[in-house]
């Protein structure tokens, strides 16, 4: 019997989603309070991986379990009690057999947060960036990610993908009443650092170290060289992912 989870963590104590040896895992953390919880080992599989100190507002995985489980809502209230504070599972949910919580998935979206000032409630969870940035200049050079396809030039060396073609839905940064900027972006996929990679160079983009045109130049090169370093990871949150409406819905809204 295969459940979804929904779920959110802070990624600050974590090498990430997937388990590694010998380092805390979101994944391996997840796994050990589910398979005492249900008093069977069990494996989680993840809608993705998230980087080391990457963040999750919303997150899905699935477990396939021996037996059905009879109250998933009771299941849900004490695995809460089992998990670390910077985990919280918010429902656990029967699909079908066919649903997988990666590769079912259809869209994802990332939204990085940036701190114009100090603050100390925020330091975990965006990236204090002091320079002020030109928003109008990096909403043209977001928008036109949309034209492409071939993102190399954001892709991180050595990670064995098979293609990095990916198919972006949205791109677009915005700005709340206490001048903290977001940019949100959603694909069919994204690549390892890609969304840290584009947030950087598009900085550099706000503060006048490339213009518009620069970046799509960078994005055409397809020369990984040729981009800004990466932006910090705690300002990083995966915050949807989406599947076909007759696989699963979104239950969770946080």
């Known amino acids: 019997m295969r459940y979804f989870l929904e779920l959110?963590?802070?990624?600050?104590?974590y090498c990430?989603?997937?388990?590694?040896?010998?380092?805390p895992s979101v994944?391996?953390?997840?796994?050990?309070?589910?398979?005492?919880?249900?008093?069977?080992?069990?494996?989680?599989?993840?809608?993705?991986?998230?980087?080391?100190?990457?963040?999750?507002?919303?997150?899905?995985?699935?477990?396939?379990?021996?037996e059905p489980v009879a109250d998933p809502e009771r299941v849900v209230y004490k695995l809460n009690?089992?998990?670390?504070?910077?985990i919280a599972?918010?429902?656990?949910?029967?699909?079908?057999?066919?649903?997988?919580a990666r590769f079912s998935a259809?869209?994802?979206?990332y939204r990085y947060f940036i701190e114009p000032r100090k603050n100390p409630f925020t330091r975990g969870a965006a990236w204090q960036y002091y320079v002020?940035?030109?928003?109008?200049?990096?909403?043209?050079?977001?928008?036109?990610?949309?034209?492409?396809?071939?993102?190399?030039?954001f892709a991180k060396l050595n990670s064995n993908n098979k293609t990095n073609i990916c198919r972006i839905l949205r791109a677009a940064w915005t700005e709340d009443e206490r001048g903290v900027l977001c940019f949100t972006i959603r694909a069919d996929r994204f690549l390892r650092n890609m969304v840290r990679s584009l947030t950087g160079t598009l900085v550099d983009v706000g503060r006048g170290r490339y213009t518009p045109a620069d970046f799509c130049a960078i994005v055409e090169s397809r020369?990984?060289?040729?981009s800004s370093g990466g932006a910090p990871a705690q300002g990083l949150f995966l915050s949807d992912v989406r599947y076909p409406a007759e696989l699963f819905g979104r239950t969770v809204f946080y």
Request: glycine share 6%.
């Open 132 to 153: 002020p940035l030109d928003m109008e200049r990096m909403n043209e050079a977001a928008a036109s990610l949309l034209r492409y396809r071939d993102f190399t030039s």
């Open 27 to 66: 994944q391996a953390t997840l796994e050990r309070a589910l398979s005492t919880l249900l008093r069977q080992e069990v494996q989680v599989t993840g809608a993705g991986r998230t980087d080391t100190g990457v963040n999750a507002s919303y997150y899905v995985a699935h477990v396939d379990v021996a």
């Open 8 to 13: 959110r963590y802070d990624g600050a104590a």
């Open 106 to 109: 259809t869209e994802r979206e």
């Open 16 to 23: 990430g989603w997937q388990r590694q040896p010998d380092q």
């Open 81 to 86: 009690f089992l998990l670390p504070g910077d």
């Open 223 to 226: 020369d990984l060289s040729r």
């Open 89 to 100: 599972v918010g429902s656990m949910l029967p699909v079908s057999d066919e649903a997988h």
